[in-house]
T-cell receptor, first 113, second 110 residues
Framework: DTAVSQTPKYLVTQMGNDKSIKCEQN?????MYWYKQDSKKFLKIMFS???????INETVPNRFSPKSPDKAHLNLHINSLELGDSAVYFC????????????FGSGTQLSVL | KNEVEQSPQNLTAQEGEFITINCSYS?????LHWLQQHPGGGIVSLFM?????KKHGRLIATINIQEKHSSLHITASHPRDSAVYIC????????????WGAGTKLIIKP
């Protein structure tokens, strides 16, 4: 069983569209994250959720919104996609915000045309 | 200056060589992570440590809290070790948010 699974793996869409990326973890972890990896390969945190509460919200555009129906799921919704949103997005989870190894999903490569 | 610096940026070595990747940081940390990103893109957590040394197979991670420095060693390197190795630190100075190094791209030639 995959510990952290995210779908889709590839997402190609037109500018202006709205899209979602789903993430699920079966590790019983309390904290989940969304990271964006840019063309220079830096990983930048976008959001983290601890027990369904948003605890870190970096200065990302409000077109990006995390949605967590339960602590095993953290989905990423993106409205009005822009060319600059093209990147690889990774979901991850850890036992808590203060410790524990990170477990990553396989990534979603988003291409905005 | 980045709060987490890795060196070298790129490293090419022959199969069997002993590999060392370094990570220096300037913040107070709760833990330091070493991760591996394969050419296919997947990211795997290798170690999380806050003191001393950890070993897993051919991989060894050490940390010196006083010097704010960590090293990742690979013994008897193999082409399948070719990947990007990333250091990240968790710090209470930014609400335990991880601060990421830029990564070290390692290529092991047969």
């Amino acid at each position: 069983d995959t510990a952290v699974s995210q779908t889709p793996k590839y997402l190609v869409t037109q500018m202006g569209n709205d899209k979602s990326i789903k993430c699920e973890q079966n590790l019983g972890h309390d904290t989940m994250y969304w990271y964006k990896q840019d063309s220079k390969k830096f990983l930048k945190i976008m959001f983290s959720y601890n027990n369904k509460e948003l605890i870190i919200n970096e200065t990302v555009p409000n077109r990006f919104s995390p949605k967590s129906p339960d602590k095993a799921h953290l989905n990423l919704h993106i409205n009005s996609l822009e060319l600059g949103d093209s990147a690889v997005y990774f979901c991850a989870s850890s036992h808590s915000t203060t410790g524990g190894k990170l477990f990553f999903g396989s990534g979603t490569q988003l291409s905005v045309l | 200056k980045n709060e987490v610096e890795q060196s070298p940026q790129n490293l090419t070595a022959q199969e069997g060589e002993f590999i060392t990747i370094n990570c220096s940081y300037s913040v107070g940390i709760s833990a330091l992570h070493w991760l591996q990103q394969h050419p296919g893109g997947g990211i795997v957590s290798l170690f999380m440590l806050s003191s001393g040394k950890k070993k897993h197979g051919r991989l060894i991670a050490t940390i010196n809290i006083q010097e704010k420095h960590s090293s990742l060693h690979i013994t008897a390197s193999h082409p399948r070790d070719s990947a990007v190795y990333i250091c990240a630190v968790g710090t209470w100075e930014s609400n335990y948010q991880l601060i990421w190094g830029a990564g070290t791209k390692l290529i092991i030639k047969p």
